[in-house]
C-alpha cells in the first residue's frame, strides 16, 4: 500500500546534535545523529540522487556510539500503476562498522507516494534553513566540517521545479 502520510520534523537539539522524529503511515521513529556524519546533508543528496533516475541511495547517521543507516528505492507494488519510494531505517549498535544490512536492526519501512516523498524532503530541509540559516545551522551543528546543505537543497528544489520565497 502506498502511503500518503510522510513526516519529518529535523532540529538541531545542541552543539553538534539533532533529533529526527519520521513519521511513514501509522509508524513512527525518533532517531538522532552526531556532527559526526553530515545527516542533514546525506538525507539531501539521498533525495536529488533519486530525483535524477537513481533507483537506490541511501544516507547514514552517525551516533557515538551506533548509526542509523537510511535506504531509499523506487519501488512498485502490486496494484499500483505509479509506484513510490520505499524508505527503510535500520539501527547499529556500532559506529562505522560498515556491516551489510541484514546486520542491523529495522525500525522503519514503507512505501510513500514518489511525490510525497520529494516534497516532505524538500520541506524538512526548507524548515530547518527557515529556522537556522546558514550561519545558525553552521554555529549550531559543527562548522568546521557541515555546513548547511546550500547546493544540494538549490539543486534538489531546480529539479522539483520549486523556488522558495526567500525575502
Known sequence: ?????????????????????????????????????????????????????????????????????????????????????????????ELWSHKPISDGTKILDGVVQTEVFYRTMLNMIEDVFAEYGEEGYKEKWDGEDHGFPTAIYNELARLLDYWPDRN
Open 1 to 93: 500500500m502506498l502511503e500518503t502520510h510522510f513526516k519529518l520534523i529535523y532540529k538541531l537539539t545542541g552543539q553538534g546534535w539533532a533529533a529526527c522524529n519520521v513519521e511513514l503511515g501509522t509508524q513512527r521513529v525518533a532517531i538522532t545523529a552526531s556532527y559526526l556524519s553530515d545527516a542533514l546533508g546525506q538525507l539531501a543528496t539521498a533525495t536529488t540522487l533519486l530525483r535524477k533516475g537513481a533507483h537506490l541511495s541511501s544516507a547514514s547517521f552517525d551516533e557515538e556510539p551506533g548509526e542509523y543507516r537510511w535506504m531509499f528505492d523506487c519501488h512498485k507494488l502490486p496494484g499500483d500503476e505509479e509506484g513510490g519510494i520505499r524508505v527503510r531505517i535500520y539501527e547499529f549498535n
